[in-house]
T-cell receptor, first 114, second 112 residues
Framework: NAGVTQTPKFQVLKTGQSMTLQCAQD?????MSWYRQDPGMGLRLIHYSVGAGITDQGEVPNGYNVSRSTTEDFPLRLLSAAPSQTSVYFC?????????????FGEGSRLTVL | GQQVMQIPQYQHVQEGEDFTTYCNSS?????IQWYKQRPGGHPVFLIQ?????EVKKQKRLTFQFGEAKKNSSLHITATQTTDVGTYFCAGPSKSSASKIIFGSGTRLSIRP
């Protein structure tokens, strides 16, 4: 039982490049979300999903796209990377949706945009 | 917009001293969660509080949810070096219960 798996763990991009951060969970959780964490700061919600085919915006959605074609996967796409998107990205999942309980986090993906 | 603030931002204590972090929301929360993040790690769930005035204990950790459900606290008795990390509170957004908003966190460091 792997839990929440994020890939890659580290990535360096040049400004303007695009990439996808992968997130997969094997707990059959309906709820999945993406957060970014900047140095010395809390976690800010980018996008979330309450089930396959359903996504919604969080606090800081600009510059990011998501899709949820399966229950297991919730990829985060950076369309045209900017230095302001340098951050650590965490994917999280939960068994409940309307009233999310415990969030299970992946180990994070550290992204640097030059 | 809705804000979830935590104080203090940093706390440096001598091992064995007590520690408290406070979480304040600009709006009423249906529930509140607490997480711990070790340096270089990912957030790990500690507890969820749902009822007004609720108090829960986990060994040396005591969690409290305010009567008005707009604030919460985490108190650690007799800190140990294993308590080092950042403690976050989190709650649902007023606009959507599925949108979980995190507080700014309190970083705890400990002098052995």
């Amino acid at each position: 039982n792997a839990g929440v798996t994020q890939t890659p763990k580290f990535q360096v991009l040049k400004t303007g490049q695009s990439m996808t951060l992968q997130c997969a969970q094997d707990m059959n959780h309906e709820y999945m979300s993406w957060y970014r964490q900047d140095p010395g700061m809390g976690l800010r919600l980018i996008h979330y999903s309450v089930g396959a085919g359903i996504t919604d915006q969080g606090e800081v959605p600009n510059g990011y796209n998501v899709s949820r074609s399966t229950t297991e996967d919730f990829p985060l796409r950076l369309l045209s990377a900017a230095p302001s998107q340098t951050s650590v990205y965490f994917c999280a999942s939960s068994y409940s949706t309307g009233f999310p309980g415990e969030l299970f986090f992946g180990e994070g993906s550290r992204l640097t945009v030059l | 917009g809705q804000q979830v603030m935590q104080i203090p931002q940093y706390q440096h204590v001598q091992e064995g001293e007590d520690f408290t972090t406070y979480c304040n929301s600009s709006t009423t929360l249906s529930n509140i969660q607490w997480y711990k993040q070790r340096p270089g790690g990912h957030p790990v769930f500690l507890i969820q509080l749902v009822k007004s005035g609720e108090v829960k204990k986990q060994k040396r950790l005591t969690f409290q949810f305010g009567e008005a459900k707009k604030n919460s606290s985490l108190h650690i008795t007799a800190t140990q070096t294993t308590d080092v990390g950042t403690y976050f509170c989190a709650g649902p957004s007023k606009s959507s219960a599925s949108k979980i908003i995190f507080g700014s966190g309190t970083r705890l460091s400990i002098r052995p």
